[in-house]
């Protein structure tokens, strides 16, 4: 019997080392070949195993992904939460048992719906389901879209395809290269191989393409301050005007800049309460002919309260005034650091349910851009970066610069940030925009349209990060057409893997 359960534990006890290999193909490690082998490896572990065994493989898998890949969540619950070390490790554990389920739901619907071992399986269906789990996990309670596999190739050739369709697009040619080299191991048709090998040239062809191109003449000073507030003194009252005069102070050091940007939540206060303090930078800047981007919380006359950004200083809405449709309020909210599910439940059980400013609401999907100086932002405020869509659909014809603010401080010394910044990259490089991004202590930085980043500041340090920015002209095909031309293959590959899956293996 020891032995029987051994063997029926084999395969799963290997998905879960593979699956962990997976988190070196993400920042900081960045071996992106790792992002191709590790998903060919787990097609082979759930090769001719029942449907239901195949769940459990596939979810060996998704727990050695996400055990690593998000670790860092763990160091704002234990730090911050408020909770015994065995409930904090409790909590990950389900949020890891939880998209853990994807990966599971993935290998069960490929082998129970494709079982027959053929080329239309795993280079049609294999990506397609892959797509479809991906998709889901980036929807499904509010979504959380975190380490697709598409990210891990904006240093590999792969990322030249980003331009045509995104993340997605990259995520399927690396399940398509996954799948080929399955198949070619499995089947000893070792000629499948060139799949792979004709779309890392063809990304590497793709890198002359020019879909747009930056306009030099069109250059913006700007001037990004790392105010390196320690987050468990950041809503202290005490601190409240401290921390207000350090990035005043730094803000006086940089008048030159047209524009000067403060991160998330930069002022800890609500804006009602500083209104005097924020007519006084709103009339130097104007002064010195710049403006000031800061994140804000703010209440509404409806009593709720919103992440926002506000712009003071050389805006065309006339000297500082009080005014909430003046804003930009994050749409796309952090679970329990910004709002809590089954909030009359779960916020009586541990203090985690009650973290500073955990009671937002929800802006629009589609918000005017910011207008600073001049120049079009199109904004993100920190978690929303990595929504894809959102960010092309709030970039217009008009746009400059994609912003986002944030506070990685909650994650400390980890590798959340790493991977938040590798994500940023990827907006530039999809949407032709370069990226602003502003933080507490990092990673502030900016980014060409390219994706490549162009300047750069320590984290964890106070510092001020100058660089001048050019805007670009043309659109990306990506910022046209989205992904709808992939629901489209998606829906074909399914349509023909379900013809063809009672076909013989040459198929």
Known sequence: MMDSLFHRLKRPLAAVFVGALT??????????????VSPALLLLLIDKQSAKHSLWIGYAWGIGQFSTGISWVHVSIDNFGGMPKIASVFLMVLLVGYLAVYAALFAWSLNRFFPHKQRSRLLLA???????????????????????????????????????????????????????????????????????????????????????????????????????????????PSQRWPTIMKYTDLTRENWDADIIIWPEAAIPAFEFEISSFLSNLDAAARMNNSAVITGIVNQGEDKKFYNSILTVGQTPYGDYRYDMNQRYHKHHLLPFGEFVPFESILRPLAPFFNLPMSSFSRGDFIQPNIDANGKQMAPALCYEIIFNEQVRQNVDDDTDFILTLSNDAWFGRSIGPLQHMEIARMRALELGKPVIRATNNGITAVTDYRGHITAQVPQFETAVLRAEVPTTKGETPYRNLGTWPLYIWVGLSLVIGWRMRKGVSSL
């Open 23 to 36: 988190t070196l193909a993400f920042a900081p490690y960045q071996i992106w070949p790792l992002a191709i």
């Open 126 to 236: 294999a990506p397609a389901l892959w797509l479809i789990m991906d998709w889901l996990r980036g929807w499904v309670m509010t979504g959380f879209p975190w380490l697709w596999l598409g990210y891990s190739q904006i240093d590999s050739p792969l990322a030249n395809f980003a331009p045509l369709g995104g993340v997605e697009l990259i995520t399927l040619l690396v399940m398509i290269s996954a799948g080929s080299i399955a198949y070619a191991a499995l089947s000893r048709q070792w000629r499948h191989l060139l799949i792979p090998a004709v779309i890392l040239m063809t990304g590497f062809g793709l890198q002359s393409a020019q879909w747009v191109s930056p306009s030099m003449d069109k250059v913006t000073k700007i001037a990004l301050i790392q105010g390196n507030i320690a987050q468990e003194l950041k809503w202290q």
